[in-house]
């Protein structure tokens, strides 16, 4: 099992920027695959972007498509998503989850990982 601790949420303009970090620990990082997923109110959590154990695959929501990068750095045993040209739709609470790699495609569904952090609240005002 891993621990998974997010950061760099808060309160940006339309059109802003902000990096989430991912901080993992307790398990070898580099055999995770990595998730990022959004709850915003009154609605399901949703799938934001994933990155393979190695950071060779990589997959988007199309709603994020464009805006926001998924990166990882295993040296540092963190995950990371940059999100551009922020919407106030993309705000939420913003986790980070984890799967051991089965060295398949990078997994979209909630039901695919194991670990999940406690969340960051972003917020996008406009």
């Known amino acids: 099992q891993v621990q998974l601790v997010e950061s760099g949420g808060g309160l940006v303009q339309a059109g802003g920027s902000l990096r989430l970090s991912c901080a993992a620990s307790?398990?070898?990082?580099?055999?995770?695959?990595m998730g990022w997923f959004r709850q915003a109110p009154g609605k399901e959590r949703e799938f934001v972007a994933a990155?393979?154990?190695?950071?060779?695959?990589?997959s988007y929501a199309e709603s994020v498509k464009g805006r926001f990068t998924i990166s990882r750095d295993n040296a540092k045993n963190t995950a990371y998503l940059q999100m551009n040209s922020l919407k106030p739709q993309d705000t939420a609470v913003y986790y980070c989850?984890?799967?051991?790699?089965?060295?398949?495609?990078?997994?979209?569904?909630?039901?695919?990982?194991?670990?999940w952090g406690q969340g960051t609240q972003v917020t996008v005002s406009s």
């Open positions: 307790g398990a070898t990082f580099s055999r995770y695959d």
């Open positions: 990155i393979s154990w190695i950071g060779g695959r990589t």
């Open positions: 989850a984890a799967v051991i790699t089965t060295g398949g495609p990078t997994l979209k569904t909630e039901s695919g990982y194991d670990d």
